[in-house]
């Protein structure tokens, strides 16, 4: 690649079905991490919300897709799943810190989709809340349990 292509890289982009207009981002070395950017109405927030979505120039899978209708059909699970950690993590700043309604406290912003090859489906999903708007909790899921939380900020 010549300086000049680096520096005019021309964006790919995808229109789908189902995600809309999709970015690409292409990694030339690993192929593997190639993934897309995209952002889509997100049915448990009723918001948009920000995708990256692990694949290869052709699009996403309709294992892709198809899990990510299985998130938003499971997100009270999904949400249960993750209250135990927010509340042990939070906690360790704030005594007695727990939460009242999940919906309201805690707004999806973003969504990473692996290839789904492979079971369990390891994914993650971020949230900004109102009790910090400065830090975002980032939660590693397997399937529709999480396995850890990352805060960061």
Aim: hydrophobic content about 35%; charged content about 30%; proline content about 3%.
């Amino acid at each position: 690649m010549g300086l000049l292509d680096f520096i005019f890289k021309k964006t790919i982009k995808l229109e789908n079905e189902f995600f809309g207009t999709m970015l690409f981002q292409a990694d030339k070395k690993d192929s593997l991490k190639s993934y897309f950017e995209c952002k889509r109405h997100f049915k448990p927030s009723d918001q948009k919300i920000e995708i990256g979505i692990d694949g290869e120039i052709t699009g996403p899978t309709q294992k892709q897709i198809d899990f990510f209708k299985s998130i938003e059909d499971n997100y009270l699970t999904i949400t249960k799943s993750i209250t135990p950690l927010i509340e042990d993590e939070f906690g360790n700043w704030k005594d007695g810190f727990k939460i009242i309604d999940f919906h309201k406290e805690f707004e999806p912003v973003y969504l990473r989709l692996q290839r789904c090859i492979s079971k369990p489906i390891i994914w993650e999903i971020a949230f900004e809340s109102e009790h910090d708007r400065n830090h975002t909790f980032t939660f590693i899921m397997w399937d529709f349990e999480a396995k850890e939380i990352l805060i960061d900020g």
